[in-house]
């Protein structure tokens, strides 16, 4: 099973209003500082792995321990076995949603917990959910899990008259005498089997004394493992029974036949008892161990009717054969893998972790998972194996394993994977809240539907935003805000007149994404408009030198087709267009958008006065007419006397500074 939603509410960033959103097999969770990422991180850890040390009075927003902490999460793609188990709590789509609740109790019974001291605070945690059982009426119907029913219940029903509908359940008996418990039970499930659907049933909420599920939830619910950005590998490192090497080498102990595993422990213990023998005896041939059993009884001080003896144990294989494991790194090198450096040991981690996932590791259950929570996997890593990195845990997520990290860095996402993103924001005012947003391959099908009347299916969409993407437009979903631009010739010389003007993108925390071709804006504006990052949009209106009209055939088409594109930015932009087949707008410099009537090159450069010289002067410098080098070239030689930038920098650089989301495009 798989975390398909998760909520939390009065959980540190978390208000009382909570956050809700859904989870992929992947997800990123990508947003500015201390708006809650790594808080989701640490409610799952306490989910799976609830500890009173992981529990302090600031876990709870705004210190308010008044309220509970309440963490649910909604689990689906259950196997068939996971499904048998759960039947009874699982809603009609099949999925299971379990919510903990974390609480502030007072120690003292005198008091309050309002006014209890600090060290008079305890915490209980607890976990609730949902179970559909019979009615009252129909409670002889009940079939709980590895338990029978007491013989007085027995009895009792069996005084009854247990009918479901029609059909007399006690027709499934040998004998009109009362049954044992066991009969009882294997006649239950016949009825369960064939008719089930005739037994009226109700819908209980309660904790786990109530649903009766706490060693259910214990034994079947995925292992998670959380890596902060910040540890200690040595803890990870170490044989502990939660570790992921602690399991490792409990399952290698536990495959080894039981054969060996007795002559092993014959031959050792004979070895260990001779040995003692020769060690035991002292100088004047008294027996060590027999000088101290003596002291021990007499120092009681009275007879308790029980003689006390120390007693080396038989020794056991584990402790033998797999002393305390340690793991070790060769790179010219040869020494632990703490002594390496950070992004090694946070490698081996992710190594250990797959592994540990590799074999079933004597679980009673094979068929359980892992969810793995990564806290910033890029740290300590370079470029090239940050995409490898991202690439591991693309394919972790692929199986039956979940995945779920937050990061800073645009090389673990993908524009086309947005629906892996979860982007947290805080809202504005003296009590900022913190805010999910996502956005769904399913929601944008339906736009391109209700736009264009037709319908893509998801792995069009994989297919077209993978043909125009790179590392560099990622880069979008960390700003503040986004310029969207045609191609290289405007990335080259727009930052130049920015910074000229006093206006430097990466400071005001602006990205300028180069969408390839201004037909590949559209899909750009769409994906990061609904994660709420503001965009402002440059593009070329591409206006032919003649009359639109005068064109024919191919060329005709083409104008046709770029009037159209015009239309679509448009829209998008919530601007009015015109019917008129062919749509080319004047130069404008809006609210979010700057539109060319024809291109860049002409309003900026081919109006200079000495284009052709400084054209002539970039030739010779690059060797070759390279548009986006002589755009760079132009617009440097420009920036050196700002006064002689054309007007229309400083109108954008004003429209940027005053760029706020307005509304989603897709609603």
Same mark, same amino acid.
């Given at each position: ?66 309220? &509970? ?104 008996? +040998? ?22 659907? #005739? ?22 619910? &995925? ?8 540890? #200690? ?28 595993? #007795? ?120 470029? &090239? ?224 006065? +000495? ?57």
């Amino acid at each position: 099973m798989k975390i398909k939603s998760a909520s939390f509410k009065n959980f540190k960033t978390f208000s009382e209003a909570g956050i809700f959103f859904s989870l992929n097999d992947l997800t990123a969770l990508i947003g500015e500082n201390s708006v809650g990422k790594s808080n989701v991180l640490e409610g799952i850890d306490l989910f799976f792995n609830f500890s009173k040390s992981k529990i302090f009075i600031n876990s709870f927003h705004h210190d308010n321990y008044l309220r &509970p902490i309440v963490i649910e999460l909604t689990f689906h793609k259950l196997t068939d076995g996971e499904s048998r188990i759960f039947k009874s709590h699982l809603d009609e789509m099949g999925n299971l949603t379990v919510t903990q609740y974390i609480e502030c109790v007072c120690t003292n019974d005198e008091k309050p917990l309002a006014e209890a001291n600090m060290d008079e605070i305890d915490f209980i945690e607890s976990k609730h959910g949902t179970k559909l059982q019979p009615t009252t009426e129909y409670d002889w119907t009940v079939l709980q899990d590895d338990k029978l029913p007491t013989k007085a219940n027995v009895k009792a029903w069996w005084k009854k008259e247990l009918k479901v509908g029609d059909f007399d359940f006690k027709t499934l008996f +040998n004998s009109k005498d009362e049954p044992t418990q066991e009969v009882y039970v294997e006649k239950l499930r016949l009825l369960w089997n064939e008719y089930s659907g #005739n037994i009226p049933q109700e819908q209980i909420t309660g904790d786990e004394k109530m649903l009766g599920w706490k060693s259910k939830l214990k034994a079947n619910l &995925p292992k998670y493992f959380y890596i902060p950005a910040i540890k #200690n590998v040595a803890d990870d490192l170490k044989n502990t029974k939660s570790s992921a090497l602690g399991e490792l080498i409990n399952w290698i102990s536990s495959s080894v036949s039981k054969e060996i595993k #007795n002559e092993f422990k014959v031959k050792s213990t004979e070895l260990v008892g001779d040995l003692l023998k020769k060690i035991d005896i002292d100088d004047d041939g008294n027996s060590k161990i027999g000088m101290i059993n003596k002291a021990l009884n007499e120092n009681v001080g009275f007879d308790i009717g029980c003689s006390l003896e120390l007693k080396f144990g038989s020794p056991e294989m584990d402790d033998l054969i797999f002393p305390e494991p340690k793991v070790y790194g060769n790179d010219g090198y040869y020494s632990e893998i703490t002594e390496k450096g950070h992004g090694i040991q946070r490698l081996a981690l992710f190594s250990l972790l797959r592994t540990y996932n590799t074999f079933d590791f004597g679980k009673k259950n094979a068929e359980k998972n892992i969810i793995i929570g990564i806290e910033e996997p890029e740290i300590y890593l370079h470029p &090239p194996l940050k995409r490898s990195t991202y690439s591991l845990l693309q394919r972790i997520s692929r199986g039956d394993d979940q995945v779920i990290y937050c990061t800073h860095d645009s090389l673990f996402l993908s524009v086309e994977f947005f629906d892996e993103i979860r982007m947290f924001r805080k809202s504005d005012g003296n009590n900022p809240e913190t805010k999910v947003y996502e956005f769904s391959v399913s929601q944008l099908v339906e736009f391109y539907k209700k736009l264009y009347g037709k319908t893509i299916d998801e792995k069009s969409i994989r297919h077209r935003f993978y043909h125009i993407i790179d590392e560099s437009k990622n880069e979008g979903f960390f700003a503040k805000k986004v310029v969207l631009i045609e191609g290289d010739t405007e990335k080259y010389a727009l930052p130049n007149y920015f910074k000229a003007k006093g206006f430097n993108l990466d400071v005001n925390r602006v990205a300028i994404i180069s969408a390839g071709s201004v037909d590949n804006i559209s899909y750009l504006l769409l994906i990061f408009n609904e994660f709420r990052v503001p965009c402002y949009v440059i593009f070329d209106g591409d206006k032919p030198k003649d009359e639109p009209s005068t064109y024919t055939d191919s060329s005709r088409d083409d104008l046709i087709n770029k009037s159209i594109r015009n239309k679509e930015l448009f829209q998008l932009l919530n601007k009015p267009v015109t019917n008129e087949q062919f749509f080319f707008p004047a130069t404008s410099v809006d609210q979010n958008f700057t539109v060319w009537e024809r291109n860049f090159e002409d309003e900026f450069h081919r109006s200079l006065v +000495n284009y052709n010289q400084l054209k002539s002067e970039a030739k010779k410098l690059y060797g070759n007419d390279s548009k986006p080098l002589t755009a760079r070239y132009i617009s440097e030689k420009i920036s050196n006397d700002p006064a002689k930038i054309d007007a229309k920098i400083d109108s954008m650089i004003n429209k940027l500074k005053e760029l706020k989301w307005n509304k989603s495009i897709v609603e």
